[in-house]
T-cell receptor
Framework: NAGVMQNPRHLVRRRGQEARLRCSPMKGHSHVYWYRQLPEEGLKFMVYLQKENIIDESGMPKERFSAEFPKEGPSILRIQQVVRGDSAAYFC??????????????FGEGSRLTVL | DAKTTQPNSMESNEEEPVHLPCNHSTISGTDYIHWYRQLPSQGPEYVIHGLTSNVNNRMASLAIAEDRKSSTLILHRATLRDAAVYYCILRDPPLIQGAQKLVFGQGTRLTINP
């Protein structure tokens, strides 16, 4: 049973370009979460999605960032017109639909974005 | 989510027990206590969780104070591979069934000496 798969693992972009990060949740999981970790800092919640719905985007920057989790295919975190401050590790996590209050999150290995 | 307080860093020796403390004085009666850890250059991984009673699993033990205002993660015999940042997190009951949004603090950076 494959874990949460993220790609690319490393991505280099120049300022002003777009970055697309993909996340395939574990089999059977319908909840996806994105977190960002700036260098030497803790993980910050960005967004929580279910299939075709954004449930909680309270941690998403208001501009340039968007996320989707289509009916088919992986979840995508899109960053438009990247700036140097977007350089970070972006982690995706997933959980099954009925894990209850005590269930765990399963994290991927992360995508490390470097903006030149 | 309620706030937790952990020491910034701790150090221990290989093959010795490690006790990682966490204070959560504002915990509510329905909050679960979760522990995750993040090894260098990896994503976080689940360690253990509990509500009121002490818990054991293959990775660690969780000792919860009787008033639930603090807890301790216990690694019984630390190895070099246990060097990581350990996060203590309180989980509110989710607004949506199955939601597992976690709010991470700064955690405790554990160093293991050979």
């Amino acid at each position: 049973n494959a874990g949460v798969m993220q790609n690319p693992r490393h991505l280099v972009r120049r300022r002003g370009q777009e970055a697309r990060l993909r996340c395939s949740p574990m089999k059977g999981h319908s909840h996806v979460y994105w977190y960002r970790q700036l260098p030497e800092e803790g993980l910050k919640f960005m967004v929580y999605l279910q299939k075709e719905n954004i449930i909680d985007e309270s941690g998403m920057p208001k501009e340039r960032f968007s996320a989707e989790f289509p009916k088919e295919g992986p979840s995508i975190l899109r960053i438009q017109q990247v700036v140097r401050g977007d350089s970070a590790a972006y982690f995706c996590a997933s959980s099954p639909p009925s894990s209850g209050r005590a269930g765990e999150l399963f994290f991927g290995e992360g995508s490390r974005l470097t903006v030149l | 989510d309620a706030k937790t307080t952990q020491p910034n860093s701790m150090e221990s020796n290989e093959e010795e027990p490690v006790h990682l403390p966490c204070n959560h004085s504002t915990i509510s009666g329905t909050d679960y206590i979760h522990w995750y850890r993040q090894l260098p250059s990896q994503g976080p991984e689940y360690v253990i969780h509990g509500l009121t009673s002490n818990v054991n699993n293959r990775m660690a033990s969780l000792a919860i104070a009787e008033d639930r205002k603090s807890s301790t993660l216990i690694l019984h015999r630390a190895t070099l591979r246990d060097a990581a940042v350990y996060y203590c997190i309180l989980r509110d009951p989710p607004l949506i069934q199955g939601a597992q949004k976690l709010v991470f603090g700064q955690g405790t950076r554990l160093t293991i000496n050979p």
